[in-house]
């Protein structure tokens, strides 16, 4: 009716009078793409990858091929077809010895007032920053007698 009347009349106007939102005349509907497609290219484009993209590079591989899916979709699918990316799964690399376990032994036991020059002598290890670097410095102190040195 509106297309028929269309040299006569304007669209906004007829729109109005038939209370039909202007949208819904210029409103086309998009053909759906077919559950088997999407799941074809979503497979194709992961074997191309070799097994590596995730839902993330994935949608950005079929939004170039001018198809949109959500990441969540995407990831229903890769799991229903047990498409599993190489860098979701977490590599596992068992300790052979215990962190932060050494074999050196408590020499000082707390008693850090030392009757010999250079008998005990402790050190700290610190950065500063220095323009825009980070420099470290080293302080050596003799426990006899308190005296600082620094490398």
Request: hydrophobic share 35%.
């Amino acid at each position: 009716m509106i297309r028929n009347n269309q040299h006569n009349y304007s669209v906004s106007a007829m729109c109005k009078v038939l209370q039909l939102p202007r949208s819904t005349f210029y409103y086309e509907a998009k053909e759906k793409q077919s559950e088997d497609e999407r799941v074809q290219l979503i497979e194709e484009i992961f074997q191309a990858s070799r097994m590596n993209y995730g839902t993330r590079k994935i949608k950005v591989e079929l939004k170039k091929l001018g198809h949109t899916v959500s990441r969540r979709k995407i990831g229903k699918i890769m799991k229903e077809n047990g498409l599993v990316s190489t860098y979701t799964v977490a590599q596992f690399k068992p300790q052979s010895k215990p962190c932060n376990e050494s074999a050196i032994a408590n020499e000082l036991d707390r008693e850090f007032q030392q009757e010999e020059q250079l008998k005990a002598v402790v050190s700290d290890l610190t950065y500063v920053r220095v323009d825009q670097k980070w420099p470290y410095v080293c302080l050596l102190v003799d426990l006899f007698n308190r005296e600082n040195n620094w490398i």
